[in-house]
């Protein structure tokens, strides 16, 4: 039985999504910003799919704009966050296991903060560096897209004062309730179930000025014509898996604890990484001492089992996860299993009981038993 | 004192520097040091953690004549 592992990456789209797209394609073709009757329409879908995002993000509809996808989203949070208080200086305050996107985005105007061995921020010493000279806005995710730890959103923004924070809630929205406190947010209708389609909000009073060539579509946050059967149906994705997120992420993070508990029990030299308590529900990621990440998760797909992997050798640029390298982990045999809301306990069970044999057989391959 | 053993893993992708690190490290006494010159990015990050996870000292890092990262470990078991 082949099982999708690698939620983190897209979760399969959900029915009502699927029933969603299908119907404002119908519905909700015309360009939205059109004064004709089918231009209403779609401007009627938009609208309501748009308060509909904001209720389950905690914004108000005026603040939510939709984009591309995750990447842009983020882009657009922290190039706009940037460009709005210039004025003051061009620093931006991140931690080192942020989403690419946030460090590409904030090149070579990023200070960045260490993490400790779960991958998360000390909460003082990230408000001190975000609350330093030339600074001029903090990136701190809700929670980390690989290993699954938490930062302390809630006390930074507590004591952050005035300095704008960006929140990448990209693999949190949809899985779990997102941290109040963010000046901006972005998310990612992939992770809930939605199609390919990036969220970004952006609090009232807050100083944002759009990174891109004037356009006032999406109140000039975003230009060009919306997708509006792809933001209906990821608004539509969203208010399922918000209905029942918390008895999803009860069973998912059950299953996560086993993972947790059981590789390191059946698979010799294992590392399993990131914070087993602080956590989102679906994620879980363990190091392999001696494989080689790529064979490794060729020989689970060759099982059935898609999963990702954070090693060098799985990378295009050969370079190992930033995040593992910042958390001081082993960056070896990586493995990312992240859960969607149809992942069963038989599918878990039966990773469980495949990987020893790839990892043993991996091994063997490189001559390292009895190492 | 005697010269560190040294290896060459250079242009090996990971896993394999590590792999020379754990099939070398019986070469040196307890207490004396073994040096891997790698210029796999992911180098660095694994000598670190196995060193944590066979209970070995991580040195530090220098660089080889070449200008290849050079990871030197102490054996302590």
């Known amino acids: ?371 | 004192m005697t010269a560190p053993l040294v290896i060459d893993a250079r242009g090996r992708r990971c896993p394999l520097p590590i792999l020379d690190l754990a099939r070398h490290i019986g070469d040196v006494p307890v207490g004396a040091t073994i040096i891997v010159e790698a210029d796999d990015p992911a180098a660095l990050p694994d000598v670190q953690a196995w060193c944590r996870m066979r209970s070995h000292e991580y040195v530090g890092a220098s660089s080889a004549e070449d200008g290849t990262p050079a990871y030197t470990v102490r054996r302590l078991c």
């Open chain 1, 1 to 371: 039985m082949p099982a999708y592992l690698d939620a983190a990456s897209g979760a399969p789209l959900h029915p009502l999504a699927r029933a969603a797209l299908a119907a404002s394609l119908d519905d909700g073709w015309a360009d939205p910003a059109r004064l004709y009757g089918a231009g209403r329409r779609a401007r009627l879908l938009l609208d309501a799919a748009r308060e509909s995002v904001a209720g389950a993000i905690g914004a108000r509809p005026d603040e939510v704009a939709f984009i591309a996808n995750g990447t842009q989203a983020l882009h657009a949070a922290v190039l706009g966050t940037l460009a709005g208080n210039r004025r003051a200086g061009s620093r931006l305050v991140h931690s080192t296991v942020e989403h690419s996107a946030v460090l590409h985005a904030a090149g070579d105007d990023g200070v960045p903060v260490d993490v400790d061995s779960f991958g998360r921020v000390d909460a003082a010493a990230f408000v001190a560096a975000a609350t330093s000279d030339a600074v001029v806005a903090a990136a701190l995710q809700a929670a980390n897209h690989e290993v699954g730890t938490r930062q302390p959103i809630a006390e930074v923004a507590a004591a952050i004062g005035d300095v704008p924070l960006i929140v990448d809630a990209t693999q949190t929205v949809g899985h779990a309730p997102v941290p109040a406190g963010w000046s901006v947010l972005a998310a990612d209708a992939r992770m809930w179930g939605g199609p390919t389609l990036g969220v970004f909000a952006v609090r009232t009073g807050v100083r944002w000025r759009s990174p891109f060539p004037e356009d006032d579509r999406e109140a000039g946050r975003v230009p060009g014509v919306p997708d509006v059967a792809s933001i209906v149906a990821a608004a539509a994705a969203l208010r399922s898996v918000v209905e029942s997120q918390a008895a999803d992420a009860e069973r998912q993070s059950t299953l996560v604890d086993r993972i947790r508990a059981v590789v390191p029990a059946t698979v010799p030299d294992v590392e399993v990484v990131g914070d087993p308590v602080d956590r989102l529900p679906h994620i879980v990621t363990f190091s392999c001492l001696y494989v080689d990440g790529e064979a490794l998760l060729t020989g689970l797909d060759r099982r059935g089992f898609a999963v990702s992997s954070g090693s060098s050798c799985t990378s295009s640029t050969l370079e190992p996860s930033h995040v593992l390298v910042a958390m001081g982990a082993l960056t070896s045999g990586n493995v990312r299993v992240s859960l969607h809301r149809d992942t069963t306990e038989a599918e878990v069970d039966e990773f469980l009981a495949a990987l020893p044999e790839v990892v043993a057989e991996v091994r063997a391959e490189l001559g390292a038993d009895g190492l």
